[in-house]
């Protein structure tokens, strides 16, 4: 398995007493799977990708990715295991304001100082449509280009996986099918992709649906779904 | 890319936080710069006042002794020794002394190891009636200078009265249209004007001077004098008469010392006064400038740490505001693989280039400000050893105030900052 989380708990410090966020929940996502997180608010789908991501730390169970828990990592090498291993795409698309759109998707490359990140950074540019943006500022840019943006910055360092936070969120139709498909590509291509979302279409595209219900595993479709081509 | 690309691209992006970070370091800088340029420019001037008010000093000075040879030369001498039997009333009286001493006093004085007195002149002189035209004058017999075997040869003040010669004070010549080259007789002698006097208005104007021993002849005084004239003697204040009295005294035991010139003496006295005065002046002005050195210091060391601290709160106000409006930044750059130590970077560079500008601009404005308020100086106050200073100081000022809340910025928890969207 790419992504396994075993019997993840992690509960936040409220004011009155502990609130549990994820209680027990085990997921794996193995390599060109795209599974789906779904559930209400709050029933803790962001806190579980967090984990997923290395970025949240579980009070309980274990996390691996490709056979590494990157909790067990120093906060450098954690930082640098995520920066090559994961791809995050977020609602709020998280670009750096001050960077044009070419120096956004390359940000990734700060951390790997790869001499090929500029290439192929020039190359997602164009495979996201955004050849006649490189030089404009987030401020500058549709909503849809700034997701494809993040999306592009995600894909630059290659990573095995990617984890997504209702990244069509705040999409329109058109623009929401781009992203799920380069999501979808993505996992074709052998990566594997966890999304968040409380999108239908979105859990349409997805080969397995996991379902949260008050940080407890509610339901968890069977084996990867055959076809896409439907969607 | 680098992060350096990031620091320079988000300055560009938020310019007015950088401009305003960058004035606040500006100031300190400026403050710094202002008061040791000021400072400086005070010790200069301070020394250039010194240096003038010893240059004035020591021309009065020069003025001093310039005036008193004028006047010792002028009124003739300083000091006259005479018998010790010389009524000095009557010798006041008549302006010429009556009684007289051997001419052998005068080669004991110069063979003396007296070193106060100079130039001295043996004189024989009395009031006669001038036959030849019914006049009275006064006939003075000089032979110039005598040397002082334990000194060095000194150009004679006055010169010796050749033989058949005669000098003629104004009173004398002027009624007889005499002028040098004419050929008198006084009391059966004939003599030659050698020169004529302008008029003096004192006894000068009816003396009439031959030589030493031709007067003694015509006054029938052979190896007499009555008065020894020691003229130019170190005798500027009355207590130096009284050392030169002492003086005489043990190597001329029949003598009276009288004092001459009173004139000279209270010019001289004059003349120390307002030598004196440069040297108090000088004082005064080292005591100004040190003053003014000292106010210009108390003065930095209150403005200067005031400046300090105010930019290092302005500067820290900053780097808060900048470090929350950069937080959903910083969240996603630590999500992607920033370690810490790299958010750090991101904000240190930039504290860092906020404190080379400020430095920068700041040592310029504060130079500008110092030399303007400092008025002209003969010097450039450019110091460089400031300027890196300025271009040290001002970076770690920055970098110090941008410490804390960069190390904040940096401890934040990504997922916290991912989860508050």
């Known amino acids: ?211 949260l219900a008050g940080g407890r595993l509610a339901e968890m479709s069977p084996a990867p779904t055959p076809d896409h081509d439907a969607f | 890319m680098k992060i350096s690309r990031l620091v320079v691209q988000e300055i560009a992006h938020r310019f007015l936080n950088f401009v305003l970070a960058v004035v606040g370091v500006s100031i300190a800088v400026a403050c710094l710069v202002a008061s040791v340029t000021m400072i400086d420019a005070g010790e200069i001037q301070s020394k250039e006042l010194v240096v003038k008010r010893q240059q004035e000093v020591k021309d009065a000075g020069k003025k001093l002794n310039d005036e008193m040879r004028k006047i010792t030369k002028g009124l003739g001498f300083n000091i006259v020794v005479l018998s010790e039997d010389e009524d000095i009333a009557a010798f006041h009286a008549e302006g010429t002394p009556t009684r007289t001493m051997p001419q052998e006093y005068v080669t004991r004085l110069a063979n003396s190891p007296i070193v106060v007195i100079n130039h001295l002149l043996p004189i024989v002189t009395k009031k006669i009636e001038w036959a030849e035209e019914k006049q009275k004058i006064v006939l003075t017999g000089t032979r110039g200078e005598v040397p002082q075997a334990h000194r060095d040869p000194k150009k004679p003040l006055l010169k010796l009265v050749p033989e058949g010669k005669v000098v003629l004070g104004f009173r004398l010549h002027e009624p007889r249209k005499l002028k040098p080259g004419s050929k008198i007789v006084i009391n059966g002698r004939e003599l030659e004007v050698a020169k004529c006097h302008a008029e003096r208005g004192t006894v000068d104007d009816v003396t009439a001077w031959v030589n030493l021993e031709e007067a003694q002849q015509m006054l029938g005084m052979q190896n007499l004098v009555n008065a020894i004239l020691a003229l130019e003697c170190n005798c500027a204040t009355a207590d130096r008469l009284a050392e030169i009295r002492g003086e005489i005294a043990k190597v001329l035991p029949g003598t009276q010392v009288l004092e001459r010139g009173r004139k000279a003496l209270a010019r001289a006295e004059a003349r120390n006064k307002a030598k004196k005065t440069a040297e108090a002046s000088l004082v005064a002005a080292e005591e100004s400038g040190q003053q003014m050195i000292n106010s210009r210091k108390a003065q930095a060391n209150v403005l200067v740490p005031l400046a300090v601290v105010g930019s290092f709160a302005w500067i820290v106000l900053l780097a808060v505001g900048n470090a929350r409006q950069r937080r959903n930044e910083i969240g996603i750059l ?55 200073i300025a271009l040290l100081l001002a970076p770690a000022l920055s970098a110090a105030a941008t410490w804390l809340p960069a190390l904040v910025a940096a401890s934040q928890d990504p997922a916290v900052i991912l989860q508050e969207q």
């Open chain 1, 1 to 211: 398995m790419l992504i396994s989380l075993d019997h993840i708990t992690k509960s936040y410090t409220g004011d009155v007493e502990d609130v549990v966020a994820v209680a027990d929940v085990s997921v794996s996502v193995d390599s060109g799977e795209f599974v789906a997180v779904v559930g209400p608010s709050g029933c803790g789908k962001t806190t579980l990708l967090l984990v997923a991501g290395g970025l949240l730390s579980p009070d309980s169970g274990e996390v691996t990715l490709d056979g590494t828990d990157p909790y067990s990592l120093s906060q450098e090498k954690r930082a640098r295991f995520r920066a090559e291993r994961i791809g995050f795409v977020f609602q709020q698309f998280h670009l750096v304001p001050y960077l044009n759109v070419l120096d956004n998707v390359l940000a990734p490359a700060l951390v790997t100082g790869d001499p090929e990140a500029g290439k192929r950074a020039e190359e997602l540019v164009q495979r996201f449509g955004l050849g006649d943006r490189v030089g404009h500022r987030p401020g500058q840019l549709s909503t849809g280009e700034r997701q494809r943006v993040a999306l592009a910055r995600a894909l630059l360092n290659e990573p095995q996986v990617i984890l997504a936070d209702e990244p069509t969120g705040n999409l329109d139709g058109e623009n929401s099918d781009e992203v799920l498909k380069a999501l979808q590509a993505f996992a074709d291509q052998g990566g594997a992709v966890l999304l968040v979302t409380h999108d239908p279409d979105a859990v349409a595209f997805a080969g397995r649906k996991v379902v």
């Open chain 2, 334 to 388: 630590r999500a992607i693989g920033l370690g810490s130590r790299d958010v750090l970077v991101l904000f240190l560079g930039k504290a860092l280039l906020v404190g080379l500008a400020g430095g920068a601009i700041g040592y310029a404005a504060g130079y500008l400000i110092g030399t303007g308020f400092s008025g002209p100086i003969g010097q450039s106050l450019f110091d460089v050893d400031w300027l890196l």
